[in-house]
């Protein structure tokens, strides 16, 4: 016996290739959304092809996790609806395989893709991340040269500030420079001033090249006159049709040491989350330490200072009894008082920046402890989402049975939205510390469990989950709302009604209508003892109901268009809705205790009784059209005869 038979292979080889396409364009919606995000860091930079080589090879290792989820929901949903839609799903069910041992196969490649994504995460990812950030980091360093922007101070350039009115963008010239610039010490400031000027980069790539064209160049003349007043201040003034600086600058693209950004949380793998999990509590812990040994050495020296000024307690307390400490106050001098409000003014100023240093020290460390928390648990969310997004994809395509690129990838940009919204909101308010770390992180998973657990019970069960009919009549129903009679002339007639019969019919139906309005009062408010708890069945209205009904299958067989085309205008009677709104006695009664749901059924009841008092009217009205119209019809076939 084979272990992996034909049907296997044909489920596999059907998932694997929509997954490999899926996959793909999923990383390249991740990748570029992150490229735009550093569009202005790549633009105008001068990088070398391997520079971006790199850039995009680390962003994608770092972005495999992450675009596994939606692979995998996109593949399995249109996987399972191209099956459903060939009716091919329905061939496998009905030589008896079951949906889990067709799902089977593609379970066990997903468990193994759940592994490989936590095994990116763990070992992979975070050197790519660090890489990548290193990279970045780098790429924002490095100066654009000629990319100066118009109208702010550009200070990019070490020692220069240049200020550009205007500049044209195919010439690469700028007009309307100002340059502030104090290159070689603070006292030695330049101001230049220049019509037009170019900047180049020089061909060894070491320095800048700025040619000036007509403009002026003030200069201070003297070292000490940084010290002086505005006014004395001597400084040179020249005046230059063309002058070109040599800038240093190194415009070679350098890479930052990656290994500055392995403090961060994403570049960890678990083992050494754990350890810094493990340093940062080692670290708070001292903090706290430290403040609770100065608060043992404080009492300890106040114990000191209160045994030691015990003998002189009783003076005190002779003071305090004689004095008040108002007279104490005002007894001091004017240099004394100002001497003591400083000393405490000093104290109370220094307890409160240690403390406010402490504080700033201690938050800072339970943000990167909850961030590394956050961390450690996203290691198995991320791969637990493929597994979960496998069981939300495949049972919704064998439901809605609908392949291509249409409502599947519809579908799942939807769920995928809805997942990203509740992952993103639980791990903003874990890291912020405002709800426990492990229900932040798992409560997208915990919100798709049961959504996948529900999909694949009612598509084992072949439930029409996604009946639009079934909804639409329930909101119908919920509402009150009604279609109407959608009658057409039959083609092929075997026996046409009896007039006469039918005439005398609809005359007795037109008298109960007429009598049934008259002795119950349908526009008044109903009581709601009655509808709730003391429910009484009209047998008249579901009398009247079923006599119409009869008549309309009666004179549906007539040849006459008209008379067809009048029978549309009667109206569906609903026996039961203006009585109770459920048919079961305990649910009315439940619905009446709970006051608020059984407010909303007690305006629907009443609403019902006003529709069928219109109904009433319209039945007497259009029954005696129909009656007019088939008193013609005799007239027409006397005639003929």
């Known amino acids: 016996m084979h272990i992996i038979k034909r049907l296997d292979l044909f489920i596999l080889k059907a998932f694997l290739q929509l997954f490999a396409a899926t996959f793909f364009v999923c990383l390249f919606v991740f990748m570029m959304q992150y490229t735009w995000r550093y569009i202005d860091e790549l633009i105008g930079k001068g990088l070398s092809v391997d520079v971006l080589a790199k850039f995009f090879w680390y962003m994608a290792l770092n972005f495999v996790p992450a675009a596994l989820p939606p692979g995998v929901l996109l593949a399995s949903l249109i996987t399972f609806g191209n099956m459903g839609e060939k009716l091919e799903l329905l061939s496998m069910k009905a030589a008896g395989v079951p949906l889990l041992r067709i799902l089977q196969p593609l379970l066990i490649v997903v468990v193994i893709l759940s592994g490989c994504s936590f095994y990116f995460q763990n070992n992979i990812a975070p050197e790519a991340t660090k890489r990548l950030s290193a990279l970045v980091w780098s790429m924002k360093q490095k100066s654009p040269e000629l990319e100066i922007p118009e109208g702010v101070f550009y200070s990019e350039i070490p020692g220069y500030n240049i200020f550009v009115e205007k500049k044209d963008m195919k010439t690469g010239m700028l007009y309307g420079v100002m340059i502030y610039t104090n290159v070689s010490s603070q006292e030695d400031t330049q101001i230049v001033l220049a019509d037009s000027a170019r900047l180049q980069s020089t061909a060894d790539k070491m320095h800048l090249m700025l040619t000036m064209y007509s403009g002026e160049r003030f200069r201070n003349m003297d070292a000490r006159s940084a010290n002086m007043m505005k006014a004395n201040v001597p400084y040179m003034r020249e005046t230059f049709a063309k002058e070109i600086d040599l800038i240093e600058f190194d415009g070679n693209f350098n890479i930052t040491d990656a290994s500055l950004f392995a403090g961060n949380a994403q570049t960890k793998g678990l083992r050494n989350i754990r350890l810094g999990i493990d340093s940062l509590n080692h670290r708070i812990d001292s903090v706290g330490a430290s403040i609770y040994e100065a608060q043992c050495r404080g009492a300890m020296e106040r114990q000191i200072r209160n045994k030691s000024e015990k003998d002189s307690a009783h003076i005190?307390?002779?003071?305090?009894?004689?004095?008040?400490?108002?007279?104490?106050?005002?007894?001091?001098?004017?240099?004394?008082?100002?001497?003591?409000?400083?000393?405490?003014?000093?104290?109370?100023?220094?307890?409160?920046?240690?403390?406010e240093f402490r504080s700033m020290i201690t938050n800072e460390d339970n943000r990167s402890l909850r961030i590394h928390k956050v961390e450690k648990h996203k290691k198995f969310t991320y791969s637990l989402a493929c597994l979960l997004f496998f069981f939300i994809g495949a049972p919704l395509g064998a439901i809605i049975r609908k392949g291509g690129l249409g409502m599947p990838v519809i579908i799942s940009v939807s769920i995928f939205i809805f997942y990203y919204i509740i992952n993103s909101s639980g791990e903003k308010m874990a890291k912020s510390g405002a709800w426990y770390i492990p229900f932040g992180v798992w409560l997208s998973s915990m919100v798709l469990a049961p959504i996948g657990v529900f999909l694949t019970y009612k598509s084992n069960q072949d439930s029409a989950v996604f009946n639009i009919e079934g909804y639409r009549m329930f909101i119908m129903r919920l509402f009150g709302l009604r279609e109407s009679r959608k009658l057409n002339r039959k083609e092929v007639i075997i026996n046409e009604p009896d007039y006469p019969k039918v005439a005398h019919e609809l005359t007795d139906l037109q008298a109960d209508c007429k009598r049934y309005v008259e002795e119950h009062h349908l526009i008044r408010m109903p009581n709601y003892k009655k509808i709730f708890f003391e429910y009484e069945k009209d047998t008249a209205v579901a009398d009247i109901d079923d006599r119409l009904e009869a008549i309309i299958e009666e004179l549906h067989n007539s040849r006459d268009t008209r008379l067809v085309m009048m029978l549309n205008e009667l109206p569906i009677l609903v026996p039961d809705a203006h009585t109770r709104p459920f048919s079961n006695a305990r649910r009315n009664m439940a619905a009446g205790i709970f006051f608020p749901v059984g407010l909303f059924f007690w305006?629907?009841?009443?609403?019902?009784?006003?529709?069928?008092?219109?109904?009433?009217?319209?039945?007497?009205?259009?029954?005696?059209?129909?009656?007019?119209?088939?008193?013609?019809?005799?007239?027409?076939?006397?005639?003929?005869?």
């Open 316 to 355: 005190v307390a002779e003071v305090a009894q004689t004095a008040a400490f108002d007279s104490l106050y005002a007894g001091l001098s004017h240099e004394q008082l100002q001497s003591t409000i400083r000393t405490a003014t000093s104290k109370v100023r220094q307890l409160t920046a240690e403390y």
């Open 603 to 641: 305006f629907r009841i009443w609403r019902y009784r006003v529709r069928l008092r219109h109904d009433m009217d319209i039945i007497q009205q259009q029954v005696g059209n129909i009656l007019n119209r088939i008193d013609k019809l005799n007239e027409q076939k006397k005639n003929n005869i």
